[in-house]
């Protein structure tokens, strides 16, 4: 059990009194617009946030800084840091229920911090909102549609990362529509890109064109949001996929083909081969994903590749958008239920 007491400045009395839990969704990363930053603003990334995976973690009052559960050794480092960089004493157990997958292109890193540093701002009484948090713990360097996730949940595009080096701000968010559905594919056996291979493949990849970059940029303004707008699925299937094959082949040279997994590519092959034209990888993968316009129609496209032998190293789970970003709730810390 990692624990750490520091005697110095009290993290506040609101801590003495409440029980705060943090929930936050997972969210896929569908793609740069420009990765070589061209225009002026380099990347500028899509995303969803998505329901049934997320970060959940609780924190109540202690006598010094605890962590307990998968995934604490993280969220004490990423408390460490808020402490060391505000000055504060954080004296809460946090008891980590549950996390992003890690290393699988959906967001692990960034929402954990994002709980960290909502749980110290409502244990502590500091102002402390989530891109301040990004910024302290090095998160959303490039992309800032985990904090759009985590702040308000449905589809974000981010404008990119600017001079001033903060988070790229949040420059649209649409609402998913509820009724369609996200396809997941899992490659457990396989890790995406992250930390110092993730700089390298920044560092080496090739000049991306800036007309490769204009036509991904009028992809998304004049053909994937409006669609998403009008809840037209076969226009934007249409065209995030053909922004995940543009985005795909430029990064193959890092990353050993358009996607990451070999399995998952042949699941999305399979998929495309049956009329599901959003398909693609989040971020560095292996996770894929495909959106469909059913619960009906993607519960019966993930039974039939379950039964695939090609696919029989990959899991699939059938899930949606959330159009909400994360939950903050708190009660009487005599309420809790410590784990043991």
Known sequence: MPTYDRPSISAGSRAESVRVSVYAPARLHLGFMDPSGGSGRRFGSL??????????????????????????????????????????????????????PEHAGLGSGTQLALVAGSLVRACCGIDLPPRRTAQILD??????????AFESG????????????????????????????????????RSGL?????TAAFKTAREFPESESARLCRLVML???PALAE????????????????????FAPSQGGRF???????????????????????????????????????????RELR???????????????????????????HAAVLLP
């Open 194 to 198: 992250s930390g110092d291979a993730e």
């Open 260 to 302: 990451t997994s070999p399995d998952v590519a042949a699941a999305l092959h399979w998929l495309e081969t049956h009329g599901v034209t959003g398909i693609g990888q989040s971020s560095w993968g292996p996770t894929g994903f495909a959106v469909v316009g059913s619960e009906s129609r993607a519960t019966a496209l993930a």
């Open 223 to 225: 053909r994937a949001l």
């Open 307 to 333: 039964a695939l032998p090609e696919c029989a190293g990959l899991e699939v789970l059938v899930t949606r958008g959330r159009n909400s970003g994360a939950e903050i709730e708190a009660e009487p810390a």
């Open 231 to 250: 809840s037209d699925l076969e226009e934007f299937g249409a065209a995030i996929g053909e922004l995940q094959r543009t985005v795909g082949d430029y």
């Open 47 to 100: 995303g969803l946030a998505v329901e049934g995976l997320g970060a959940h973690v609780c924190a109540t009052p202690a006598d010094r800084l605890e962590v307990y559960g998968h995934g604490g050794d993280r969220l004490l480092g990423y408390v460490r840091a808020l402490q060391d960089e505000l000055g504060i004493d954080v004296r809460l157990r946090f008891e980590v229920h549950s996390i992003v």
């Open 139 to 148: 998160r959303g360097n490039r992309s800032g549609i985990g904090i759009g």
């Open 154 to 189: 449905g589809f974000v595009v981010d404008g990119g990362r600017g001079a001033n080096g903060s988070p790229p701000p949040i420059v649209s968010r649409i609402a998913f529509p509820p009724q369609w559905r996200v396809l997941l594919l899992f490659d457990t056996a």
